[in-house]
């Protein structure tokens, strides 16, 4: 088996529902995450591009209605949509934060 060096692949779910943890790289303070838009996610019916992603925050791909996905600026989300990120620890937590948020009606 090739060593990762100081990468930790991780397989397990994070502390957070709906929030897997896939990979982290303590080193660089590099992760890969997937996350699930709740049904009633504040981000339904947003764009991407609305989110406001900065340059240490990617999406990598979106799991959409069964189909996977390299989605467009203008792609627009909905509940049940898994969202595949990669970037800087910080800025991956709070677009986690952002994509986990609830509407309360």
């Not at 990762?4 to 790289?25: Q, V, W």
């Not at 996977?68 to 898994?82: A, H, T, V």
């Amino acid at each position: 088996m090739p060593s990762t060096g100081n990468a930790t692949p991780i397989f397990k779910c994070s502390r957070k529902p709906h929030c897997g943890d896939l990979y982290e790289h303590p080193t660089t303070n590099f992760r890969i995450v997937k996350v699930t838009i709740p049904p009633n996610g504040s981000v339904i019916g947003k764009t991407t591009d609305q989110l406001g992603f900065s340059e240490n925050c990617r999406i990598i791909s979106i799991f959409h209605s069964g189909v996977l996905l390299f989605p467009p600026k203008s792609f627009i989300f909905k509940g049940g949509d898994k969202v595949m990120l990669s970037g800087s620890e910080e800025t991956v937590e709070r677009i986690v934060e952002k994509l986990r948020k609830v509407e309360i009606t």
